[in-house]
């Protein structure tokens, strides 16, 4: 990846100041000027290198002073600030936040509140994400317990500066994350009038990943000189990624074409984008009944169903996501094979945000665009103005479409088939074949069972572990209407604080994840472990175990691992589990601890890894 060695300034009369970005061609965070705290917290996430936007940031924001940074979508932004962020927290006992991060959905938000907790766990920072679709009586109680950083979505974040439970009086840092979106679905009005809250002498930061005029002369109203840090340009690329174009065929519904695309290219999972709610939920739910596992994630769901659809994701039971942009916003899904463009967006640079979701982190990606009149103008302008090459291929004929589909449904098919008792309907199953009705009795069974696996997969949801309900309360601008409702009692919100005096005991939630850090719902509802853990009973002995949610594991799983390492044993010799993003913490029997250290030290790989358990 290359380095700009300076920005520019878009001409004479800008008021804002470049500033020079020349990290080093690699540089280790190792070698950064991080506080013991902060080099344990970047540790913990398992990063080693700081990305470009990281290392370009860093040190000048701990400096001082207002900036707008530049840098596409998953570059890294969250660390770039966050890492700062946790470096200037007092820790003085203070209640009211010191710094608050304002996000432009309730995934980014919560994801972005993970990640900053994992970096500041180990100093004692406290994280709260506060949005809309989750019940107010936790955030309440949260932000009475206190808390260092709050992270939001605007609406819910102004609705507790109204309710006056939300003070920003001592708040010496802001960050507006993914600031061209709040300004496209309409949050600006609100998030000036948030900052208006906080004090004059502040630190504002601004992270975006295009900086149109608009937002640059708006957020100067809310920033003082600014500095520009863009290093953008030269990572609008789309470098690992084969871009891969079908022309759409006229002669066939748009649904069609992309379903016999799906049938040739077979990917091991896929975001499928629509350029409206209305797409992705026709799409959604015709692809469902081809018999293909897919699911709608637009901003028309409630809170509720959006984390179902996620959950379901980031655990692989659900193999394609169908979503708009702003609904995909700051969602990272992790070894992700395919994105699937099902229209070309209007601008270029949404293209190549989109299909920045695959090829991460030095892997292979692979982006499917299905190429239609209306989309000629935006696809030529990515040939010729980012020199993308596309591979052009065509459809096979119908015949070898239905053969390929037809291999697919009896795969399926015979994998259920083989675990159900189905020996005494074979020769029945002849017979039908043979007769003149044969192929239409099996085309209607196929059809009643791809109606009921439609409305099995639709409606199957992943719950967690002490998970409870949400309420449906859009973050969206919106008139606010006078309600009478009943705040329900539930678990601590705050991320990395430890619950109230008089709050209920929290219950972990199961997180299995790809790198979202989370399950990005489990963030908001699952309150993180204070640094200091409590003192566990003498027979108990406490193991580090180096696999996490990240890398696709939930406490069971944890606890299998211990107990195969062991050579045997029973889980009731398990006490508790606590499953970080890269590691997990487990307090077992000291017999069982024993065990398992020394069958882990004899050697023992998953995911071809080798796994290490300590003490």
Known sequence: MSWLDSTEILNNTDPLVSAATTPPERRRFADMPLSPEAQAGVQALGYEYATPVQAAVFERVIEGGDFMVQAKTGTGKTTAFGLPLVEK????????????????????????????????????????????????????????????????????????????????????????DEADEMLSMGFWEDVTEILRQLPDERQTLLFSATLPDQIRKTALACMKDPSLIDISRDELTVEGIKNVSYKNDDRLPKPRNLLYILEVERPENAVIFCNTRDDCSILAAFLRRQGLHALALSGELIQKDREKVMRRMKAGDLKYLVATDIAARGIDISDLSHVVNYSLPDFTEVYLHRVGRTGRAGKKGTAISLVSGRDEMTYTELQRNYDIEFEERLLPDYEEINRLMAERVAAELLQVARDTEITSFLKLADHLKATEAGTEVIAFLLKQHFAALEEERAKMPVELKGSAPVEDDDDRPKKRKKKKRKDRDEDEMIVGAAPSDDAPAPRRRRRRSEDNPDAPEAAAAAPRQTPAPAPHPAETARLFINRGSTDGYDEPQIAQLVVDSAGGGGVDEIRRIQLRKTHAFVEVTPELADAAVAGAARGIEREDKPVAIER
């Open 89 to 176: 927290v007092r820790m003085d006992g203070a209640t009211d936040p010191q710094a608050l991060v304002l996000c432009p959905t309730r995934e980014l938000a919560v994801q972005v509140a993970e990640e900053i907790a994992e970096l500041g766990d180990p100093k004692g920072v406290r994280v709260l994400p506060i949005y809309g679709g989750a019940p107010m009586a936790p955030q309440l109680k949260s932000l009475k317990a206190g808390t260092d950083v709050v992270v939001g979505t605007p609406g819910r974040v102004l609705d507790h500066i109204r309710r006056r439970t939300l003070r920003l009086v001592h708040a010496h840092m802001a960050v507006l």
